[in-house]
């Protein structure tokens, strides 16, 4: 059975660039929350509210990219990992450079 896509390629690269742009600020709050946590007073609360945080802005984005397509969200979804990828080792290395000096 063919699977058929109902949205256009220019839409799809749209959902990719979004999805990366959410990634971006996904994992951006995240890693400043982790960087936050053994100087703040309250760090469970840190964590709490930066999880909320980050969801209330990553869910709606990827609700209102998807408009009940499945292609839209499998893109915006691809987008949000490569990102995760490219980030994981930018700040990784970054990590291995800092601990060696």
């Avoid at 946590?37 to 209102?64: E, H, K, Q």
């Amino acid at each position: 059975m063919p699977v058929y896509i109902d949205s256009p390629f220019p839409v799809l690269v749209l959902a990719l660039t979004a999805g990366m742009g959410l990634g971006l600020v996904y994992f951006l709050i995240l890693w400043f929350t982790v960087q936050r946590l053994c100087s703040s007073s309250t760090p469970g609360r840190l964590m709490i509210s930066s999880y909320a945080a980050r969801l209330a802005l990553v869910l709606p984005g990827f609700y209102f990219i998807m408009d009940h397509r499945w292609e839209r969200i499998a893109a915006t979804l691809a987008g949000f990992i490569i990102v995760r990828a490219i980030l994981t080792r930018l700040l990784g290395r970054r990590e291995t450079m800092a601990g060696a000096a």
